[in-house]
């Protein structure tokens, strides 16, 4: 009851009842599919704690690779998005953000890892994309300082933001599944 009430299918009203809010097939089987991965183990949360790990080091190194040009190019993309986006528009512009400054460190390797591991995090964060407010906002709020701390090459803030930007997904389902 409490993940459909999470996905905003059921609406628990406290005393008085609680009432589904949907019934579209395609949101229902989504959303049994996004329950069945969090709560089948603790894999999905691992690869949050990797990408946590992993990413902010990535972002580091390519705070010192970006030139005008690409932090231009990554101004632009972030430019573009607004709190009209839709959550699955705006996990599409998270996960190219990601990938570009990833690419970025030069290491193809953790550029390869981090892809994998990404790719396989897109349903939890389209799920707190509906679920949580402002989190388009949030979203792009952190994206701006993130190109900010890489237009300065200031490799510790950009670690240190990159590491709440991820975190905070993970820290979400997390709380979804206490």
Known sequence: ???LELIRVLDVRRGDGTYVTTLDPGLLLEAVSFIVDMHQDNSLVEL????RILEPAAAAIAALNLDEAAIASLRTMVDEVDEATTVEDLVAHDL???ARIITASGNSYLSSMLEALSSRTVR???WRGLTEERSVARTLDEHHAIV????RHDTELVRALVTVHVSGVENWLRRSLE
């Open 1 to 3: 009851m409490k993940a």
């Open 48 to 51: 949050f704690e990797v990408r």
């Open 96 to 98: 190219e953000f990601h």
């Open 124 to 126: 939890a964060r389209i």
């Open 148 to 151: 900010d701390a890489l237009a």
